[in-house]
């Protein structure tokens, strides 16, 4: 299997205060290394691609993207992949990424979408998937709100139907948030969590599709969740299960 991965870093600036004085910092983070080793220990070929290099990496025709067995976006919002730097600042006419994902999923690709901040409608409906093409190619239906639930306190998934995916899931982590989303009709929900869908899965053309509504890594997946002993193989049933090769 090969895959695409986008998303899941970040810049984080600082400005520090010490009395009259004052000086600023900038550090770089990225949130799925664990998994993307984990993958890789299982064999999965996994391009990364960090949430910064969309500009310059991403896939700009439909053969470069039928290389990959399935796609996963991962706290990216969709504004990355449209306001691009050629369309922005010097106003070309350019290929509309998220369109190539929809023609590769069309076309019996995989995708899954891991939420976060700025995974489905996210912060502030900042992520805005809601009103691109990838409304169409989702399992889910969107809110058109800031759709986080934060819960401080812990909150437990429940396995509602067990199949590959979610087989021998009967005692799950605490997860201290996620994304709400509402299934469509002809999808299957496996897992929910406080009553709102968790990991979802349907068909878009050929191709098969998952949302996963909390983060692969902290802080909406606890410590407790990475450390998990089935961290791991959750995430491959999840892709074997998208794959284009499944």
Known sequence: ?????????????MIHTKGYDSFTSTKYEEGATYLIQCLRDSGIEVDYMPSHEVQVRFPKSEQEI??????????????????????????????NALELIKKFVKDGGGFLMIGGYLSFTGVEGKANYKNTVLADVLPVELLSTDDRIEMPQGVHPVTVKEENITRGLTEWPPF??????IAK?????????????????GHYGKGKTACF?????????????????????LWIRILQFISRKS
């Open 1 to 13: 299997m090969r895959l695409l991965f986008v998303g899941e870093s970040w810049v984080i600036h």
């Open 213 to 233: 509504a909390s983060d692969c890594a902290p802080h909406w997946g606890s410590k407790e969740f990475v450390d998990w002993e089935q961290y791991k193989s």
């Open 66 to 95: 039928e290389k990959y067995d399935a796609i996963v976006l991962s706290d990216i919002g969709s504004n990355t992949f449209l306001l691009r730097n050629e369309t922005f600042y010097e106003m070309k006419i350019v290929p």
């Open 176 to 181: 201290l948030g996620y994304n709400r989303f």
């Open 185 to 201: 009709t002809d999808s299957d929900v496996l897992a929910t969590i406080q009553n709102d869908p968790f990991i979802v899965t």
